[in-house]
């Protein structure tokens, strides 16, 4: 069965960076979007970042200029590539994949998702 494990949620001051991992075992079969997800405060869930099978990248407003999403498929490993963090950027973090092509939904939409990982927590202090 396949699975997502995040890592490298730390605590930072404002303006350090982090990298946050995914790591995808098992057999996902042909996925066509991965993407990162924050929870905001209200439970809601963020689209932060998504990559597509050809490699083709889309990012939040809030993120773009800072945050660099990128995968290694040799090691089946997705990354976040975070730079000059700021407090609100303060979340638990989640990498997700749809696993198969999913049109009636937006890289950014939740419901297209199918495969959660548990999430790792990101912490920048003022």
């Known amino acids: 069965q396949a699975q997502l494990v995040e890592s490298g949620g730390d605590s930072v001051q404002s303006g350090g960076s982090l990298r946050l991992s995914c790591k995808v075992s098992?057999?996902?079969?042909?996925?066509?979007?991965m993407a990162w997800f924050r929870q905001l405060p209200e439970n809601e869930l963020e689209a932060v970042a998504g990559?597509?099978?050809?490699?083709?990248?889309l990012y939040a407003e809030s993120v773009k200029g800072r945050f660099t999403m990128s995968k290694d498929t040799s090691t089946n490993t997705l990354y976040l590539q975070m730079n000059n963090l700021k407090p609100e950027d303060t979340s638990m973090y989640y990498c997700?994949?749809?696993?198969?092509?999913?049109?009636?939904?937006?890289?950014?939409?939740?419901?297209?998702?199918?495969?959660w990982g548990q999430g790792t927590q990101v912490t920048v202090s003022s």
């Open positions: 098992g057999n996902l079969g042909k996925y066509y979007c």
């Open positions: 997700a994949t749809d696993l198969r092509p999913d049109t009636a939904y937006s890289w950014y939409e939740t419901p297209r998702y199918k495969l």
């Open positions: 990559i597509d099978e050809s490699g083709w990248k």
